[in-house]
């Protein structure tokens, strides 16, 4: 089974272009997207597509009649872990092959591709050692990750990341385990833009949840459901701050493309390393080299 992927940062218009390939080709859409899984978190995480019929289902929505599975398959409280997802991945995808349905895949979670696709081994996220570099700050990872004096390339401002590396550096020659799916081959389509036109994408989106009552849907979870750790993310955080009186609405939405812009930033330097048989911005060629595929 090939599964073709459209990997771009947020706000690139995966799920737009994927939507488009769908209808064309009679396919489904599984979203690996770590902040999309969630039920509620609707605005802003940018699940609506404007003037789209929607359907919301268990773990997936029916947008103009395409399922995206990968919505909506976790409540707020509940937590999500890569294997967590990636579990969930392999039952849509082996119901997708068993069912001889055409799937296409959308990332923005580079990790969880990667781990899907088997290029990261359950030993690098499963330890003792693990637990205990979680309770570590970020100087202190960095001040043990750069003890190595061979070491991969990684944001060493994301937490998540240094640990992973790090586990992977302290036991090079430990038997590894790896996330397997049979019979399926991956192939990478990646959305390459300029900077400023991701960036200008993101402030369009921003200005476009505030609108869309964002901060209403905060609020309304809060008083559901409390503080979650699935309302402690990207925009969500920002938003906390202007509940609680730090900042103003003016200052709620520059902060919203700061925080999406560094999002971006860190999105592109993990795709780096995630080889790709398509590099581009034209977005028709990657519909058409996909639609090729089926």
């Known amino acids: 089974m090939i599964l073709p992927v459209i990997l771009g940062p947020t706000c690139a218009g995966k799920t737009s272009l994927a939507l488009k390939i769908a209808k ?17 978190l609707d605005i802003g995480t940018g699940k609506f597509k404007d003037r789209a019929e929607i359907l919301k289902q268990e773990g997936y929505w029916e947008i103009n009649g395409i399922k995206i599975y990968g919505y909506d398959f976790l409540e707020v409280n509940e937590d999500l872990n890569v294997i967590k997802y990636c579990e969930f991945a392999k039952r849509v995808i082996e119901e997708s092959k068993s069912k001889k349905r055409n799937l296409i895949i959308t990332c923005g979670t580079g990790f969880y591709l990667d781990f899907l696709m088997g290029n990261i081994s359950y030993n690098e996220i499963n330890s003792e050692r693990k637990n205990l570099l979680n309770t570590l700050s970020l100087d202190e990872l960095q001040s043990i990750f750069r003890s190595f004096e061979t070491r991969p390339e990684v944001d060493e401002k994301n937490k998540v990341r240094l640990v992973t590396s790090i586990l992977s550096l302290e036991n090079p020659s430990a038997p590894k385990k790896f996330f397997q799916i049979g019979g399926v081959e991956y ?12 960036y200008s994408n993101a402030d369009k989106f ?35 701050e202007y509940v609680l009186g730090k900042i103003n609405k003016d200052e709620l939405l520059t902060k919203i493309k700061f925080s999406l812009h560094a999002y971006i930033r860190r999105q592109e330097t993990y795709f780096k390393k995630i080889k790709s048989e398509v590099t581009t911005s034209d977005r028709n060629l990657i519909a058409v080299k996909i639609s090729n595929l089926f």
Do not use: H, M, P
């Open 24 to 40: 064309d080709i009679n396919a489904d859409i599984l979203s690996i997207d770590s902040r999309q899984v969630f039920k509620k």
């Open 206 to 240: 921003a200005d476009l949840i505030l609108s869309e009552g964002v901060i209403s849907e905060y609020e309304e979870l809060v008083a559901e459901y409390g503080t979650q750790r699935s309302l402690s993310g990207l925009i969500y955080s920002d938003i906390a």
């Open 187 to 198: 192939q990478i389509f990646k959305i390459e833009d300029t900077r400023e036109n991701f």
